[in-house]
C-alpha cells in the first residue's frame, strides 16, 4: 500500500498531512487503503488539522476521505500549505474551518477519465462524468454557498484561485498568519452620537472670552449648526 497520508501526534494534538497525489494506487479497487485511513482516523478522539499539498488524483478516494472527515466527531481544521487542487480541494471543503497560506492555491476543474471501447462506452462515459461532476458540486456548493451554475462554470474554465480570492468566494475562510481586520463599531455611523461627542468636547460658551474657533466660527454658532444636524 502507497500511502499518500502521515499523522503526526504532538502532546495530544493530531495532524494529518496529506501530500502528493491522492491515492497513487486504486482507491477504489483497493480494500486495505480506505479501512486503514478510517482506522487510523478513528484511533483516537479530539480536533485535528488537516495540511493539504495535493495535486489532486482519485475522486473516489477524495470522495470518501471527504465523508470520513465530515462525519468525525471532533473539529476538523484544514490549512492549505502548497496546492489544494482537483480531488484535493474536495478534501479541503470537509474542513469546520479551511484555511490558506497566503502564497498558496486553490484549483477546481471538471473531472476526467479513460474510456475505451465503442460509441456506447464513451456515451456512458460522458454520462458518468457528467454525474461525477455533480457530485463535485456538491461539496463546493456546500462550503462557497455559490449557485450550481457559477461553480460549474468555474470548473469548466479550470479555475485557479489566490488565497484571497477563494476567501473572497468562499472556498476558504481566513487566510493564515494575516492580521484580523479592524472592528468597526456602529456608533460611527450613528449622527446623534457623533454629534454628541463632538459637543462635549468643546468648552463652554461662557469659558470663552471670544468664543472663535480655528476657521473663525464662534463656538455659539458652532454649536447651534451641530444641535441643528443632531435634530435631523
Not at 479541503?92 to 465503442?118: K, Q, R, Y
Request: hydrophobic letters at 45%.
Amino acid at each position: 500500500m502507497n500511502k499518500f497520508w502521515n499523522w503526526i501526534k504532538n502532546e495530544g494534538e493530531r495532524t494529518l498531512y496529506l501530500d502528493g497525489y491522492i491515492a497513487p494506487e486504486s482507491w477504489f479497487e483497493d480494500e486495505v487503503s480506505p479501512k486503514e485511513f478510517k482506522k487510523e482516523l478513528e484511533a483516537a478522539t479530539g480536533d485535528i488539522t488537516v495540511y493539504i499539498n495535493s495535486p489532486g488524483g482519485d475522486f473516489f478516494a477524495a470522495s470518501q476521505i471527504y465523508t470520513m472527515l465530515k462525519e468525525y466527531s471532533g473539529q476538523v481544521l484544514i490549512k492549505i500549505d502548497g496546492i489544494a487542487a482537483s480531488a484535493a480541494a474536495v478534501i479541503a471543503m470537509a474542513g469546520d474551518m479551511v484555511c490558506m497560506s497566503p502564497t498558496s492555491m486553490l484549483m477546481i476543474h471538471n473531472p476526467a477519465t479513460f474510456v475505451w471501447g465503442e460509441e456506447s462506452d464513451m456515451q456512458k462515459g460522458i454520462e458518468m462524468l457528467s454525474e461525477v461532476k455533480e457530485a463535485i458540486i456538491n461539496a463546493f456548493e456546500a462550503k462557497a454557498r455559490l449557485p450550481r451554475k457559477q461553480i460549474a462554470k468555474m470548473m469548466d474554465a479550470e479555475t485557479w484561485m489566490s488565497a484571497n480570492k477563494a476567501v473572497e468566494l468562499g472556498f476558504a475562510d481566513e487566510i493564515l498568519y494575516s492580521e484580523p481586520p479592524a472592528q468597526v463599531t456602529d456608533f460611527m455611523f450613528d449622527r446623534v452620537t457623533v454629534v454628541n461627542a463632538l459637543m462635549r468636547k468643546l468648552p463652554p460658551v461662557k469659558a470663552q472670552p471670544k468664543p472663535v474657533n480655528n476657521d473663525g466660527i464662534p463656538y455659539e454658532q458652532l454649536i447651534k449648526r451641530l444641535e441643528l444636524i443632531k435634530g435631523r
